[in-house]
């Protein structure tokens, strides 16, 4: 028996009636009302913690299998839009926040999925890699899009 949980362990589904998927609603909840609204500081902290740990944990060895566990798991559709050898700027279409009004405060919010994105890049690259929030549906954006800074 494991002592944890691992990615591969999440996929193990067995619900006779209400299958294996969850509205969407319930994923913007845990985000939005419950990690951005209900910790302290919008959870900011916590947020690149857990993202980073998601993204570590990810079975994936390549930029394009992050990309396609990406869309695979409909957090959105991952797409190289810039590419050199200081960064990597990565456009997600159809992000989770799609159709969100956009709040007063003006917030981007895909903070996680860009925590995810660094947890994973971390360890394809096998290089330190800091990952940024840029643009975001919910303030106004065309897509979501994430700046990947690669140090030397
Ligand atoms: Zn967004």
Not at 35 to 53: E, S
Not at 99 to 106: F, K, M, R, S, V
Request: with cysteine.
């Amino acid at each position: 028996m494991n002592l944890r949980y691992t990615f591969d362990d999440m996929k193990k589904v067995d619900r006779s009636q209400l299958g294996e998927m969850v509205p969407l609603e319930l994923f913007r909840t845990i985000r939005l009302i419950g990690l951005n609204q209900g910790l302290p500081l919008g959870g900011k902290g916590t947020t690149l913690t857990i993202g980073r740990k998601i993204g570590e944990s990810l079975p994936v060895t390549s930029v394009e299998e992050l990309i396609m566990l990406f869309e695979d798991l409909k957090i959105g559709l991952p797409r190289i839009v810039h590419s050199d050898e200081h960064k990597i700027n990565i456009a997600v279409e159809d992000c989770f926040c799609k159709g969100l009004p956009t709040l007063a405060e003006e917030k981007m919010i895909c903070d996680l999925e860009g925590a995810i994105l660094e947890g994973a890049l971390t360890k394809i690259l096998g290089r330190k890699i800091s990952v940024k929030e840029i643009k975001c549906n919910a303030t106004g954006h065309e897509h979501c899009e994430y700046e990947v800074k690669l140090s030397s």
